[in-house]
Every structure is written in structure tokens, then in C-alpha cells.
């Protein structure tokens, strides 16, 4: 089904035909800085990757065609994942003129309208400006983060998760806002001293005094992940694992851990999954395993 | 000190000189309806509360003039919070103009260039579109979401946490992006069955043929708040403690909790720090402990 806005017309992508025109953004270095897979080397190339992408469950793609029917760019959502993620692309003659954000306007509009979707994702790489830019645009807001890296990249990137939903459609509340995972230890004071610097966390409340009990926020804001520390006479729980992602950091924690007065540290390993992992052991027997993408 | 906008003024708040004018904003109940508070009944109750905000240590509150040097509405940040927060109010005939953005924006720069601060944040209502709109016009993106019931309000709602950092500081990458506990069980996939319904989860990974490891997302996005279950025979892991935010969801959960086939579950009970919760303790002795606003 073609669409259309204001300015350009989204037409069902046929690999075939559109490979030549597309190859100028596949083929461009500086467009695909921000994507999965470095540029393609031939029209060819740019053919079969888009004939994959168009093969994947569930993709619609299309073409964003500008003035004289030029084809710009590729828009649309992704096959093949769980949660609809919205996908595009323009070559560098097309930027700046707000062609991301109308094409994936449009593709967002059918989604909800006619395919009846729930929500689109977009991913978006934390340093990638433009397209938050264009996220922001299209009233996409962050739902969290995670960490991902490219296997063309020799480092792994924090990725910005942001999301839309269907408000044609009734919304169900959140049932669950936040899980907080709750370690007993036999000395909450020794094991905040023991976890700040290494998590680079910090106190969001304390009670008792000496502190009985007490909230690690792992991040700078009110929200975001935590833990909770608590006497262990007050619980029946045995040692607790934790698996913490942590993403672009996973060098200097292991330096952070591994200088820590107390608690045994696993060197990493490489997991067969493509993640990085280290065990830091608290005292208590608590397991926090650390892992990044490999 | 005196900030000056466009089209505003942003003078240091007088609670004296400035409550009159302050209360067409504070005495207004279509005003307040986001507020933590109802409306004052009069112009010395304003005075009061201005009083006592302004009291606050670190707090910094302008009052925001328009034409003719009109005072219509407040801004600034509240005092006695551990991340600076953002606060503004303007009477109803300020509406609509873009005032709250202009003056946000204003106060932001102060904070960020002369104060030096790192971050600011907003706590806004999920419902409240309005407020929303001007954090995304200043910014400030989505950090969190976590639940309040205000006490003049029968119901506990859920709150956005926005924030931005000041990028004129050097950025520290978040080290830990997420934190999964991980509950060894006997039987990931009957427990899994248990819990999909309880939590309106879905499955984001399962390994095995039957399961052994598998991992739950309890929201509807690619990222959130998750568990994994792995198989107990795979860990050394006693039972492990869980402190579950509901939000608005208390009631609804607590139903399908009692209806669960399996498990055991502790009726609610209110904790004198004003929450409400219910502890859920599944077959394996894990205990998942809910909790909202009483």
C-alpha cells in the first residue's frame, strides 16, 4: 500500500528496482555510521540486503520518494522482532530537511490505523543526536536502555530505547513499575562501603542507625536501577544472584572490583552468547554478575 | 538574581509582595488539579506555602512576569530534594503561550551555566500531557516511571521522572544499565505459567527444550523492569526477596495473585512509611513483595 504526506510518497519497496537509487545511502560511509553493518560495497550488495530485510516476518518497508518521484531514503518497520520497531534511512543529499521524521510519521499513522499495531520501538545508538532529534519529533519517548555492540565495531555502544504507543487503543496502566532485588547481609553499613564506589551508586534512604536497611540507586537520577540492602536477621533469603548489564563500563567496574577490600572477583569470561561476564562475590555470598556485550 | 527571557521576566519570588498575585494560580482548583496539594483557600495561605517552599534549603524560586511586569505564575527548583528539581505554575490565563517552557528554559541555563549543576528533574503525572509537552520542548527525557498518591486524593497515579543532564560537564556513561534478579526454581516452565498472568509479563528469552533458563519482562517494551528464572539445580541460590512497584495496579494484581493456581499469598497489609502490600510467595519460597501508595 503506498502513503503519502505533504512532501513525499512512500512506496512499497521492491529490492529489485530500488537497490540502484538506495545504494547511495547503503553504499555512504557517513550514513551508515549509526547502523548495524558497515556500508555495502556494490548495488548488488545493497540489493540483497534489502531483498533480506524485506523477507523478514512481519516487515513493511518502503521507499521515501521526494520531488520528480526520487528515491531518498527507506522507512518502515522491522521484520522479525517481537516488539514493531520502526527502521529508516536517508542519503545525505535528504538531511536536514525533516524527511525522517514525515515518512516515519506516515508509517507510524498506518501502523496504528490500518495494521492496528499496539506500539513501535525505535533503538536508537545514545550518541546518535539526529535521530533522537527525529524520535522526539514523532513524541517517541525513552522507555530505558541497554547496551549492544556491532560486530563491525570493536566496542559496544549504549542504545536508547524509545517507544510510542497506540492511543487509539485503551492503554493498560503499568502493573509493574520497578523490581528492586533485596540482599541480606550481615552488615548493611560494611557492604554500602563495599558497593558505592564499585556501582558508583548512591544512597536513596537509609534506616536505622547503624543502617538496617538501605536503597542503592545505580545511576544519577531519583529513578533507575537499584537494590535494596537489609539486616540479614530480618530474612530468611539465602545468597542472591544478581545479573547486571553494564554496558560501555564493564573494564572499569572489573578495575573497580578487583581493588575493593573485600569480596572475591571472578576474572571475565567470554560466554558462548557473545557477552562478556565477571562474578564479584559479596561477603554474604551474593553472586553480582557483570556482563556486557562481547 | 533577575533572569530575563524573550518575553519574561524572572524575578526572585517575594512570598510577601508576590503572594496576591500568586494566588490566582494557587486558588485555582483546575490550576492545582496536578499539584501535590489542593488549592489554597486564600491569599495568606499562598503566602504560607510560598513561605515554606522558599524556606527550603537549596530552593531557588522566581516569580514569572509578563507584560507590564505581571506576575504570572512561578518557576524554579524545589529545595530539600537530592536531584535538582524542576518546579513551575502558571495562572490559567497564562496558558497556551509557551510561558512555562520560556521560563523552564531560563532556569535551567542558570542552573546548568552559573549554578553549575549537573542535572535537573521533573516529576510529572503520567496523565498530565500538558506538563509533559513542556518537558519534551526543554529536553528532558523520560528517566523512569514510579508511583505517588498525593493524600488529598483518594488513588495513587503514576509519575514520569524526566530529566536532563548538563551537557557542558563531562558525561559519565551510565555504568549499570539494568539489574535482573535471578530466581532458581524447580520448574521454570510451570513457574513461568504461574507468573505470566500475576505479572502481565511476557517471555523475552527461553533456553532449553523444556525451558531451563528463561527471562521475564514485565512491560510491554523491549526493555524494563525483568526477572529470570533459571533451573535450581543450576544455582546455589537460596530463596531470594523481590520488592515489586505496582503503581496504580495494587488491586488488580493482588486479584490474580489469590485466583493463581499455586503459591501462597500473604492478604495486604498498610506499613506505617505509607505503603500498601501484599507478599506473593511462590512454590520455591521466593518471596515477591508488592507495594504502592497506601
Known amino acids: 500500500m503506498k502513503l503519502a504526506t505533504a512532501r513525499l510518497s512512500l512506496v512499497p519497496l521492491d529490492p529489485d528496482a530500488d537497490a540502484e537509487a538506495l545504494h547511495t545511502a547503503y553504499g555512504d560511509p557517513e550514513v551508515m555510521a549509526w547502523w548495524t553493518r558497515p ?12 531483498a533480506e530485510d524485506n523477507a523478514q516476518s512481519g516487515a513493511m518497508l518502503w521507499t521515501i520518494r521526494a520531488e520528480n518521484d526520487t528515491v531518498v531514503g527507506l522507512v518502515g518497520l522491522l521484520g522479525a522482532v517481537e516488539i514493531p520497531g520502526l527502521t529508516w534511512i536517508l542519503a545525505k543529499r535528504a538531511w536536514g530537511r525533516g524527511y525522517a521524521t514525515e515518512a516515519a510519521a506516515a508509517v507510524i499513522e498506518h501502523a496504528f490505523v490500518h495494521v492496528g499495531l499496539d506500539r513501535v520501538e525505535a533503538w536508537v545508538q545514545a550518541s546518535n543526536t539526529r535521530s533522537l532529534a527525529v524520535c522526539r519529533r514523532l513524541d517517541m519517548t525513552c522507555r530505558g536502555m541497554l547496551a549492544q555492540r556491532y560486530t ?3 566496542h559496544p555502544h549504549e542504545v536508547v530505547v524509545l517507544g510510542r504507543t497506540n492511543t487509539r ?16 547481609v550481615a552488615d548493611v553499613p560494611a557492604t554500602l562501603e563495599l558497593l558505592q564506589p564499585i556501582l558508583s ?11 538496617e536497611v538501605a536503597g542503592l540507586v545505580l545511576g544519577p537520577w531519583s529513578v533507575g536501577p537499584s537494590l535494596r540492602l537489609v539486616t540479614a536477621s530480618q530474612s530468611q533469603s539465602g545468597p542472591v544472584t544478581l545479573a547486571l548489564d553494564v554496558g560501555t563500563e564493564f573494564d572499569s567496574l572489573y578495575q573497580r572490583a578487583i581493588e575493593a577490600e573485600s569480596g572475591q572477583v571472578e576474572p571475565p569470561v567470554e560466554q558462548p552468547w557473545g557477552v562478556r561476564e565477571f562474578v564479584f562475590q559479596l561477603p554474604d555470598g551474593h553472586r553480582l554478575e557483570f556482563s556486557a556485550p562481547a
Do not use: D, M
Open 201 to 211: 551508586a548512591r544512597v536513596g534512604f537509609a534506616v536505622g542507625e547503624p543502617i
Open 39 to 50: 556500508e555495502t560495497a556494490s548495488a548488488a550488495e545493497t540489493r540483497l540486503l534489502l
Open 152 to 154: 563491525h565495531q570493536a
Open 169 to 184: 487503543k485503551r492503554q493498560e496502566p503499568s502493573p509493574v513499575l520497578h523490581v528492586e532485588p533485596v540482599l541480606p
